[in-house]
């Protein structure tokens, strides 16, 4: 057997032994990591280039951001911000059949896009919605499912730490450039879950909410203009070359800070919360990040990444073939990993596939998050569809037969942003942002 692909088996053979019996996840990235090592080099030379390799991967100056995204999103949860979305979404989406499931959607691309967390915007969101849709009629296990579909879309919309991380461990994919490029696919995102919703609607005859008043819908819009002015001063700042994504993120702990303030609903007590939060979610991704950078030098060092390469397109010649075999395979693997972890993972083996088939990294940065966007939703380790189905207080199966639908709808939209580069392209070429 090549050396390669047998490194590759030892590699993931053992890490997927490890999840299976419940280790840790970063634990298991870097034992599985150190025993393939150890089939190719001493002893003394694993252990010392484990531990340089995993402070390496840690010791960035961008990977702050993600940091202060962190914080800035566990003020934003804890500062009063869903409600006044939601209103906004209401007036976005009011008109239409099944209003308040496009409410839903509206409210988590909002709040997603804000918060930074997918997780965090089914629980506010959801928390709110859900009670308004029963007592409009709505079947209670769609309503989880719309909100659990809606949910990851704020990771592709920008601000999103998860890009400055595929940022990171690509190579240094222009995070401006990323940032641009998530707009379009997390708008397409939603309103893919909104035809499905519009269609159960209509066959459900559920309701259509009453339309606000001009006075209403301009206080509405009023009071949602300073949580919506963070995307704009942070964004704005960033890709007019005002900031770095690094000062963006701190400037954006700066603002939601003052618009806590601002809207009186932070208080004392919420400060050690917001703290801990912080802290415990920070040491998650950067053991993630070190755990990760060992995994990269072990591949790489192996050869990995080539001989994966070479034995998909032994598969097949065509892109169109090797780009769906990859799709298929994230798919998969989204549905028993987690974003994070698998966006340090497998970006070094299926980066320089896909730019060996001509695609852009910012593109293909967008179709990878796209895909493990879904995986969060899905069973048996997705942990939107875990706190979407516990806010809403359904079970799971009761959940999946609206959520398979939504799923048929997120692959046509998947499948058209891997094949037309448009998509994710558009707006970072538009302002100058592409090389």
């Not at 963006?248 to 601002?262: K, N, P, Q």
Request: hydrophobic content about 55%.
């Amino acid at each position: 057997m090549d050396p390669s692909l047998q490194a590759a088996l030892i590699l993931f053979g053992v890490f997927f032994v490890l999840l299976a019996i419940g280790v840790p996840i970063s634990v298991g990235i870097g034992v599985s990591s150190f025993i393939t090592a150890l089939t190719v080099v001493p002893l003394d030379v694993a252990v010392f280039s484990a531990a340089q390799k995993m402070v390496q991967g840690i010791n960035s100056f961008a990977l702050l951001a993600v940091i202060f995204f962190i914080l800035s999103g566990s003020i934003m949860n804890n500062g009063g911000i869903a409600i006044r979305l939601i209103n906004l979404a209401k007036l976005i989406g009011g008109r239409l059949p099944g209003s308040l499931a496009h409410t839903n959607v509206v409210g988590n691309m909002l709040f997603g896009s804000i918060s930074g967390s997918a997780v965090a915007a089914a629980a506010a969101i959801g928390k709110v919605m859900t009670p308004l849709q029963t007592k409009e009629g709505y079947d209670r296990s769609y309503s989880a499912a719309v909100n659990i579909a809606s949910s990851p879309t704020g990771l592709l919309i920008p601000p999103s730490s998860v890009l400055i991380l595929y940022s990171l461990v690509s190579g240094g994919t222009s995070i401006s450039a990323l940032f641009l490029a998530g707009y379009l696919p997390g708008i397409l995102m939603g309103l893919s879950i909104m035809a499905v919703a519009y269609f159960i609607a209509k066959k459900e005859n559920y309701p259509v909410a009453e339309r606000s008043s001009f006075s209403e819908g301009t206080k509405i819009v009023l009071d949602a203009i300073p949580s919506l002015m963070l995307i704009v001063i942070v964004i704005g700042g960033i890709v007019a070359g005002i900031f770095t994504a690094t000062e963006g993120a701190a400037v954006a702990v700066l603002y939601s800070i003052i618009l806590s303030a601002f809207y009186k609903q932070i208080k004392m007590k919420h400060i050690p919360i917001i703290l801990t939060e912080t802290i415990v979610m920070t040491g998650i991704v950067l053991l993630l990040v070190g755990a990760s950078s060992i995994m990269s030098w072990v591949m790489a060092f192996t050869g990995i990444p080539v001989a994966i390469s070479e034995l998909l397109i032994s598969i097949s010649e065509n892109p169109i073939i090797i780009l769906l075999l990859m799709n298929v395979i994230l798919l998969i693997i989204g549905t028993f990993m987690d974003l994070t972890p698998a966006v340090l993972i497998f970006t070094p083996i299926f980066l320089p596939i896909a730019t060996q088939l001509g695609m852009d990294p910012v593109h293909f940065g967008i179709v990878l998050v796209f895909n493990l966007c879904i995986g969060i939703m899905t069973p048996p380790v997705g942990s939107c569809l875990f706190v979407g189905c516990s806010v809403a207080n359904v079970s799971i199966e009761s959940v999946l037969k609206p959520l398979s639908k939504m799923f048929v709808a997120l692959f046509i939209a998947l499948l058209l942003i891997t094949y037309i580069p448009w998509f994710s392209l558009f707006l970072p070429e538009l302002f100058g942002l592409m090389k």
